[in-house]
């Protein structure tokens, strides 16, 4: 069976710790691959061998580090299919989304490609007398980035493109569920001509991202996943004195207004509810139609188009709407909560308790749920399901449905469904939410604007992506200079005036 090692200085290399790891296929609940899990001491010799390219990397000017991305990039667009194949077969998205997975950290990559504008700098003339004040971007050395499963292309990307466009070297430590996307990634990136050791892949558990958390070395650590995690990462991180961005779960809400135009909702809820399974920190989980006749309406929409969507596995065709989750743990917490919605007193309006998939009896396949009538102390409202069930929170009124949002403890995305711009701007100002759509369920930023979420969906000041990239990558210094000709036009006097 194939064994995945990790990515160390520019080539593959076999696990030492003796522990592995089993990689699935979700759609046959198969063990296909293992992978290795790195010791304390495998952690540190990574990051040790990247402290040690990095001086050099940084040093190098910032439009030659450019051209290497853009190298990069064209290596992505180049094994594009590969790459989505080898994502669907562990992760089990479909081709369509395993390739978008791929493209939307490419973006990243090409918004990287203009790290020189990005670190450029200030500078003023004349603060005082023959003096004058800069101010540069410099990296941090080496720093750390901790991904999840459910983009295995994208998210390692965000974390991975903006560290090394900066002049960092990068520790990185993805999902142990599907690892075989970041460790090609890597590898093209090192076609590109990315020296040895500034991009070091770690494959691993809890003891390789504690290992990572304590070292020394590591600057900054960029982390997304899931909430609990995420806090436990950001405490651990800054406790050390490090840098941390972390990014956590989400209960995304759809707010439908009366006016809005129904078909076109339903639409965007069956895409956004149900697509990759539910898997995805935008997923919209939570339906909340404004009045009676608003939610009746939507309901009787979204039944058929529900009960339509094709789940299969991503080789069934490209006409396949989702597929299997990523483990049996998953599925059967997923299951799990339906059941409680059930028992909770929630109308479960399209059941697919019973759901099977003939030749795929034991993969992690899960029919897709509608449940109406949910209250906010329901579990399936409280919890992150992560899977493919939409709840529907009937409100009263517009400020019943904005309160409901504000109230959530998790603010990553949102959306309104409505033709009012009163309503539409009032509800894009007042939010308590990261990320908002108006009209577009899934408000996704494009990778020159950033991506976070606010409450427990993010931890730290930085979002990821855009400016904000840059700016968590890189420290600023700031350099005062006088010249003894200054000091010849009186530059004492000014001096002292200006402390
Ligand atoms: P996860 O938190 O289980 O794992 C994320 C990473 O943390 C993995 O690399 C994993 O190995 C590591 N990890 C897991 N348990 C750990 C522990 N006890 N100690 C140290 N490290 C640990 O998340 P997941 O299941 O891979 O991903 C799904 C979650 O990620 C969902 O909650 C989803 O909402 C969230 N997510 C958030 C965003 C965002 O931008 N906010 C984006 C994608 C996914």
């Known amino acids: 069976m194939e064994e995945l090692g990790h990515y160390i200085n520019g080539k593959r290399i076999a696990g030492a710790s003796g522990r592995l790891g089993d990689v699935y296929n979700p759609a046959t609940g198969e063990v296909e691959r293992k992978v290795a899990l790195a010791s304390t001491a495998e952690v540190d010799a990574a990051v040790a061998a990247a402290a040690k390219a990095q001086p050099a990397w940084a040093a190098t000017n910032p439009q030659r580090r450019g051209r290497v991305i853009m190298k990069f990039v064209q290596l992505l667009e180049r094994d594009m299919d590969k790459l989505a194949v080898a994502l669907s077969r562990e992760h089990g998205k479909t081709l369509p989304d395993a390739r978008g997975d791929v493209q939307r950290g490419l973006e990243v990559m090409e918004y990287c490609i203009g790290a020189p504008q990005m670190l450029k700098g200030e500078f003023t003339d004349n603060a005082g007398p023959g003096i004058d004040m800069y101010s540069m971007r410099q990296p941090l050395g080496v720093v750390a980035g901790i991904s999840p499963f459910n983009f295995p292309a994208m998210i390692p990307m965000w974390e991975f493109g903006p560290a090394i466009a900066s002049g960092n070297a990068m520790v990185l430590k993805p999902s142990e569920r599907d690892p075989s996307v970041p460790l090609m990634l890597a590898e093209l990136f090192s076609e590109a001509g990315l020296p040895d050791g500034i991009l070091q892949v770690v494959n691993g558990d809890k003891e390789a991202v504690d290992a990572l958390l304590d070292n020394e070395t590591i600057q900054a650590v960029g982390f997304v996943g899931s909430t609990p995690i ?55 989980s939570v339906a909340v139609p404004v009045g009676e006749e608003t939610a009746d309406k939507l309901i009787e929409k979204l039944v058929p188009r529900i009960e339509k969507l094709k789940v299969a596995p991503y080789t069934a065709g490209d006409d396949v709407d989702y597929g299997p989750v990523i483990t049996a743990a998953a599925k059967e917490k997923i299951l799990g909560l339906i059941e409680s919605g059930v028992k909770q007193g929630a109308k479960l309006v399209v059941d697919n308790r019973d759901f099977t998939l003939q030749g795929y009896e034991n993969g992690y396949f899960v029919g897709p749920h509608l449940f109406d009538n949910v209250t906010p102390d329901m579990d399936i409202y409280k919890e992150e399901i992560f899977g493919p069930v939409l709840s529907t929170v009937r409100a009263e009124s517009y400020d019943e449905a904005v309160d409901l949002v504000m109230k959530n403890q998790y603010g990553n995305g949102t959306a309104i469904f409505t033709r009012d711009g009163d309503a539409a701007r009032d509800f894009a100002s007042r939010i308590n939410v990261g990320m908002v759509g108006i009209n577009v369920p899934i408000p996704v930023p494009l990778a020159y604007h950033t991506f976070g979420g606010w409450k427990k969906s993010g931890f730290g000041d930085l979002n990821q992506d855009g400016p904000d990239g840059f700016r968590f990558y890189t420290r600023t210094k700031t350099v005062t200079s006088r010249w003894p000709s200054g000091l010849k036009e009186g530059g004492e006097f000014h001096f002292k005036a200006m402390d």
């Open 230 to 284: 995420a806090q436990y990462i950001y405490s651990r991180a800054t406790a050390n004195g490090k840098r941390a961005q972390c990014f956590g779960g989400a209960k995304n809400h759809m707010i439908i207004m009366p006016d809005a135009d129904m078909d076109q909702a339903a639409d965007a809820l069956v895409g956004a509810g149900f697509g990759a399974a539910g898997e995805r920190c935008m997923a919209i």
